[in-house]
C-alpha cells in the first residue's frame, strides 16, 4: 500500500536561514512524487516533482528535493526563506490509474505548516 | 488560459439541504478529483473520475455523489446525509503526458 508521512506538523524558522521540510513515502511501485504549497484558503500549486529522472530536483520559488530511494525519503529543503515561503506543504505520491496509465490517485501527507519569523 | 475553476468561492448551506459544487477544466485533462480539507487532516479523497460517464468512491464518500456527463465538469453535491459538511472543498485534475494535477482554487462551505 501506498502511504506518505510528513514528519512535523509545524515548522518555523527565521528569515533567510534554511528550511528543510521532511517526507517520507511508502510505494509497492516507482512512485512519482510531489511537493506541493498552499496558501490561506487557496488551491495547491506545484512546487515540484519527481518522476524517476534526476533524484535532485528544482522547483519554483528556490527550492528544491532529493529522491532518496534507500531511505524512501523526499525532504524539501530551500537554502534562505523568505516571509513569503510561510504556507503549508504537502508532500504527494501518485499511483497508478485503473486503466494502466500514469494518472491515478494522489496520496497527501497530513502537510506541514511553515512559519518564517522575521 | 487553460485551468481549473471551481465555483461558488464561499457557499452556506442551511441544515438539510442540498449544494451543489461547480468544477469546470479546459484542460481536457481525463481525470478528475475531488478532495476535502479539514484543519490537521491533509486533503481526504471524496470521489473520483477517470474518463467521462465514470466515476469512483474515494475514502470519504458518504453524503456526497457526483456525476461526470462532460469530460470538463465534475460537479460535487454535498447532500443532507453528510452530517458534518463544512469545510474546504478542493477539484483536480489529471491527464495526458503530464503527471502532477492542478487544482482549483477551491469552495469554502459552511453550514448555517
Known amino acids: 500500500a501506498q502511504s506518505v508521512t510528513q514528519l512535523d506538523s509545524h515548522v518555523s524558522v527565521s528569515e533567510g536561514t534554511p528550511v528543510l521540510l521532511r517526507c517520507n513515502y511508502s510505494s509497492s511501485y516507482s512512485p512519482s512524487l510531489f511537493w506541493y504549497v498552499q496558501h490561506p484558503n487557496k488551491g495547491l500549486q506545484l512546487l515540484l516533482k519527481?518522476?524517476?529522472?534526476?533524484?535532485l530536483v528544482k522547483g519554483i520559488n528556490g527550492f528544491e528535493a532529493e529522491f532518496k530511494k534507500s531511505e524512501t525519503s523526499f525532504h524539501l529543503t530551500k537554502p534562505s526563506a523568505h516571509m513569503s515561503d510561510a504556507a503549508e506543504y504537502f508532500c504527494?505520491?501518485?499511483?497508478?490509474?485503473?486503466?494502466?496509465?500514469?494518472?491515478?490517485?494522489?496520496?497527501f501527507g497530513k502537510g506541514t505548516k511553515l512559519s518564517v519569523k522575521p | 488560459d487553460g485551468g481549473i475553476t471551481q465555483s461558488p468561492k464561499y457557499l452556506f448551506r442551511k441544515e438539510g439541504q442540498n449544494v451543489t459544487l461547480s468544477c469546470e477544466q479546459n484542460?481536457?485533462?481525463?481525470?478528475m478529483y475531488w478532495y476535502r480539507q479539514d484543519p490537521g487532516q491533509g486533503l481526504r479523497l471524496i470521489y473520483y473520475s477517470q474518463i467521462v460517464n465514470d466515476f469512483q468512491k474515494g475514502d470519504i464518500a458518504e453524503g456526497y455523489s457526483v456525476s461526470r456527463e462532460k469530460k470538463e465538469s465534475f460537479p460535487l453535491t454535498v447532500t443532507s446525509a453528510q452530517k458534518n459538511p463544512t469545510a474546504f472543498y478542493l477539484c483536480?485534475?489529471?491527464?495526458?503526458?503530464?503527471?502532477?494535477?492542478?487544482f482549483g482554487q477551491g469552495t469554502r462551505l459552511t453550514v448555517v
Open positions: 519527481y518522476t524517476s529522472a534526476a533524484t
Open positions: 484542460l481536457n485533462h481525463d481525470a
Open positions: 504527494v505520491v501518485s499511483v497508478g490509474n485503473d486503466y494502466g496509465g500514469s494518472q491515478g490517485n494522489l496520496i
Open positions: 483536480a485534475s489529471m491527464g495526458g503526458r503530464i503527471t502532477e494535477a492542478f
